[in-house]
């Protein structure tokens, strides 16, 4: 059996990450380890976790892509389904987040936000299909 369990993203402030998504989307920490190079948010049956940089270098040798805020975002998202897109749209803006895109109803029918965490992570704030 394949079970996908965690989303994992490579940052290079955990702390801010956390406070971020607690304030923003009310995801409490489930587990900090106490280096501060790892941390998991209590968000449901999939976990999203982070990864200091740093520990991330050493595990990938090789390099990576870094989510930077100063730079375009990578070509892949978390998304978030909530009631009310504006208000949640609005609160992440309010306590860091970078907005992209406005709340805007699709062709489907679906509203649609786009901001990215102070980490440059980008998050998708989206309403039911």
């Known amino acids: 059996m394949i079970r996908f369990s965690h989303t994992i993203?490579?940052?290079k402030d955990i702390p801010k990450a956390l406070s971020f998504y607690q304030k923003a989307f009310g995801f409490a920490p489930k587990f900090v380890h106490e280096?501060?190079?790892y941390a998991e948010l209590e968000t449901g049956v999939t976990t999203i976790a982070f990864?200091?940089?740093s520990l991330a270098k050493i595990n990938l040798p090789a390099g990576y892509t870094t989510n930077d805020i100063n730079q375009v975002p990578l070509a892949c998202?978390?998304?978030f389904t909530v009631?009310?897109?504006q208000k949640v749209?609005?609160?992440a803006v309010q306590v860091g987040g970078v907005s992209?895109?406005?709340?805007?109803?699709?062709?489907?029918g679906q509203i649609v936000a786009?901001?990215?965490?102070?980490?440059?992570?980008?998050i998708e704030i989206a309403s039911e299909m």
């Open 89 to 91: 749209y609005e609160r």
């Open 83 to 85: 009631d009310d897109v």
């Open 35 to 37: 280096s501060n190079e």
């Open 9 to 11: 993203f490579y940052v």
């Open 114 to 122: 786009y901001v990215r965490d102070p980490n440059g992570v980008l």
């Open 100 to 108: 992209l895109a406005l709340p805007q109803q699709k062709p489907w």
């Open 51 to 53: 990864i200091a940089e």
């Open 77 to 79: 998202e978390v998304c």
